[in-house]
Antibody, heavy 121, light 112 residues
Framework: QVQLQQSGPGLLKPSQTLSLTCAIS??????????WNWVRQSPSRGLEWLGR?????????DSAVSVKSRITINPDTSKNQFSLQLKSVSPEDTAMYYC???????????WGQGSLVSVSS | DIVMTQSPLSLPVSPGEPASISCRSS???????????LDWYLQRPGQSPQLLIY???SRASGVPDRFSGSGSGTEFTLKISRVEAEDVGVYYC?????????FGQGTKLEIK
């Protein structure tokens, strides 16, 4: 059974960098069939896909246009995890953040427990 | 971006009664391989979303057969044949055809 365990600080000030990590068990971040995503949820924006990384003989990355200039998603093969960095946060980035496994055509089948991130001065 | 629109936004249902949620996409979710890239998720109170249906009509592992997905092109439906108390939560559709993945606004199912 795949499990995704999220960690990272929950309180940030404006202009700081959000950093979250998602530790994977039961699968590999280097899997040739999985896609590793970050999704956030807020009352104002609902569920919002932020970006993903995946390995298909080489690493691929893509992200939502709304955060493209601020986001970095990195795999860490030595620790079997992947991370999210979001630079220059503002109160609008306050949300619950989820790491999610996508499995081929089979949807987003495993979700992390969620990390509540609040941005406030 | 593909816009996903759900209705209704609120759905009160009596136990044992059927329920139906609609989802419309701003463009067809049918890909050239014949698959339709529409998923359904349930977010129970205080929990992370969980996958119910993928590729429009395929039930995810462990999902009861009272849940079914149907539709094609731009119009989709999630049906619950007999609602149970554990079905309470918010249901979301998501298009998986292209990035960015986009979700509907959610339909909140409550027990009458």
């Amino acid at each position: 059974q795949v499990q995704l365990q999220q960690s990272g600080p929950g309180l940030l000030k404006p202009s700081q960098t959000l950093s979250l990590t998602c530790a994977i068990s039961g699968d590999s971040v280097s899997s040739n069939s999985a896609v590793w995503n970050w999704v956030r949820q807020s009352p104002s924006r609902g569920l919002e896909w932020l970006g993903r990384t995946y390995y298909r003989s080489k690493w691929y990355y893509d992200s939502a246009v709304s955060v493209k200039s601020r986001i970095t998603i990195n795999p860490d093969t030595s620790k079997n995890q992947f991370s999210l960095q979001l630079k220059s946060v503002s109160p609008e980035d306050t949300a619950m953040y989820y790491c999610v496994r996508g499995s081929g055509n089979s949807g987003f089948d495993f979700w992390g427990q969620g990390s509540l991130v609040s941005v406030s001065s | 971006d593909i816009v996903m629109t759900q209705s209704p936004l609120s759905l009160p249902v009596s136990p044992g009664e059927p329920a139906s949620i609609s989802c419309r996409s701003s463009q067809s979710l049918l890909y050239s391989n014949g698959h339709t890239y529409l998923d359904w998720y349930l977010q129970r109170p205080g929990q992370s979303p969980q996958l119910l249906i993928y590729l429009g009509s395929s039930r995810a592992s462990g999902v009861p057969d009272r849940f079914s997905g149907s539709g094609s092109g731009t119009e989709f439906t999630l049906k619950i044949s007999r609602v149970e108390a554990e079905d309470v939560g918010v249901y979301y559709c998501m298009q998986a055809l292209q990035t960015p993945r986009t979700f509907g606004q959610g339909t909140k199912l409550e027990i009458k």
